[in-house]
């Protein structure tokens, strides 16, 4: 059974951090490319950073570029979503997503959330 499970979220003030954790389990974690997804009250869902399988290469959106970190760690099937300089405008819902393509297939699994609440 595929499982993506988030933490590390809840509230901060703004110039804070936090870091996200999201932990698989049910596939091969090594195999996947792993993202970080946001999507605020009333907004569409947005993709804020990148990693590919190996994490040896990691992308992440211009407004989250030089405040957020995505990194993971494959021998604990475990992605990470470091934020510092948090802002009231990063306020959203943080999902976790596995991606995989592979012989003409596509493999997409999403986590549950986990809520962030930037705000003084």
């Known amino acids: 059974q595929v499982q993506l499970v988030e933490s590390g979220g809840g509230l901060v003030q703004p110039g804070g951090s936090l870091r996200l954790s999201c932990a698989a389990s049910?596939?091969?974690?090594?195999?996947?490319?792993m993202n970080w997804y946001r999507q605020a009250p009333g907004k569409e869902r947005e993709l804020v950073a990148a990693?590919?399988?190996?994490?040896?290469?990691?992308n992440h959106a211009g407004s989250v570029k030089g405040r957020f970190t995505i990194s993971r760690d494959n021998a604990k099937n475990t992605v990470y979503l470091q934020m510092h300089s948090l802002k009231p405008e990063d306020t959203a819902v943080y999902y976790c997503?596995?991606?995989?393509?592979?012989?003409?297939?596509?493999?997409?699994?999403w986590g549950q959330g986990t809520q962030v609440t930037v705000s003084s």
């Open positions: 990693i590919s399988s190996t994490g040896g290469s990691t």
């Open positions: 997503n596995a991606q995989r393509l592979a012989y003409g297939n596509k493999y997409n699994y």
């Open positions: 049910g596939f091969t974690f090594s195999n996947y490319a």
